[in-house]
């Protein structure tokens, strides 16, 4: 058993070096190396206190499961750990409304000629259907299989603006990303996100015509809060209640920067609208002007794409700084 050095300087163990000291402790001639590294033994009491390195990584010391490099399954890291710092090029996640205007105009200079092509595609089909059940009833078809036609036209309409949308979000993230996938294949996870899209898109809208209906403050409440169930419903698989939980945090910055976007929506139609009057005349009278309208109307469409998606990242990253990135956000929607 090892023996500890009494403290009245009685006979003490020796250790390997010891050999360069007189026995009244003088020092002598230094000895050979220590085999040890020179590391003096623990001192009683000191057995199992060793402090452990201060942070992960550390040779001998893993990461534990769910931190950054760790073998845990995808998802936050436990609170109160920090991550990493947020890379300030990346194209999707903003700190700031400088950032979050100039990443949002990003996603469409950067998408555009997708997110027209998913937005053609979306009114085509029922634009064709449409005009197809216009002239049967021109052709003189009974009206119960018009009503019927009519319903079919409506539903593929609904759906096609779904799909749309959920082919959108997904293009755009992956092509940030670095990962740029084919509009088939956006078509399709959007075609995947069609139905739960559909049942929180209904209750939202009734919760805010509720809220509009209750002195008009708590639908502007409601419409803020409930402005990225979409993305919620795409990104995280989630529904309105996640929906509180991220922009509640952040509500009066995340009203300011619809607002603007809606406000500068609206000048630049009501622009367009005026000067399609000047040149063809009012709307009344000329079939032209609102199909031009809505024609001219597609980049405010396409934008609306980048606003959503960058607003929402701009939330996760406030939410939980330094562990939301674009390459997050890709890995996410590609866990079909």
């Not at 609904?158 to 959108?168: C, D, T």
């Not at 419409?223 to 945090?249: H, K």
């Not at 609206?266 to 622009?271: E, F």
């Amino acid at each position: 058993m090892t023996s500890y050095p009494p403290s009245d300087g009685g006979d003490q163990q020796r250790r390997p070096g010891d050999e360069g000291q007189s026995q009244g402790g003088s020092p002598q001639q230094p000895g050979p190396p220590d085999p040890y590294g020179q590391q003096p033994y623990p001192q009683p009491g000191q057995y199992g206190q060793q402090p452990y390195p201060q942070q992960y990584g550390q040779p001998g010391y893993p990461p534990p499961a769910g931190y950054p490099g760790g073998g845990g399954p995808p998802g936050y890291p436990p609170p109160g750990y920090q991550g990493g710092s947020l890379d300030p090029d990346d194209p999707l996640v903003a700190t700031s409304f400088s950032q979050w205007f100039s990443k949002s105009f990003g996603v469409l200079g950067r998408s555009w000629k997708a997110l027209l092509l998913i937005q053609v595609g979306a009114y085509a089909v029922p634009v064709v259907l449409g005009l197809l059940v216009a002239l049967l009833a021109v052709v003189g078809t009974p009206p119960i299989l018009l009503v019927v036609l009519g319903f079919i036209v409506l539903v593929v309409f609904v759906a096609a603006l779904l799909i749309a949308q959920g082919a959108s979000y997904y293009f755009v993230t992956q092509e940030a990303a670095g990962a740029p996938v084919p509009v088939g294949d956006a078509v399709r996870f959007g075609a995947s996100r069609a139905l739960p899209l559909l049942g929180w898109g209904i209750l939202a809208a009734i919760l805010i015509f509720i809220g509009f209906i209750l002195l008009v403050i708590p639908g502007i409440y409601l419409g803020v809060v409930l402005s990225v169930v979409a993305a919620v419903v795409m990104y995280e698989r989630d529904g309105i209640g996640r929906c509180f939980s991220l922009v509640n945090p952040r509500w009066f910055p995340t009203f300011g920067r619809l607002l603007l976007f809606t406000v500068a929506g609206a000048v630049y139609q009501t622009i367009v609208l005026q000067i399609l009057t000047l040149l063809l005349g009012p709307a009344d009278t000329n079939p032209w002007v609102n199909p031009l309208l809505q024609l001219l109307s597609i980049p405010v469409a396409l934008l609306a794409v980048g606003v959503t998606v960058v607003t929402y990242a701009e939330l996760r990253h406030h939410e939980a700084p330094g562990q939301v990135s674009t390459a997050r956000l890709s890995a996410e929607l590609a866990q079909r």
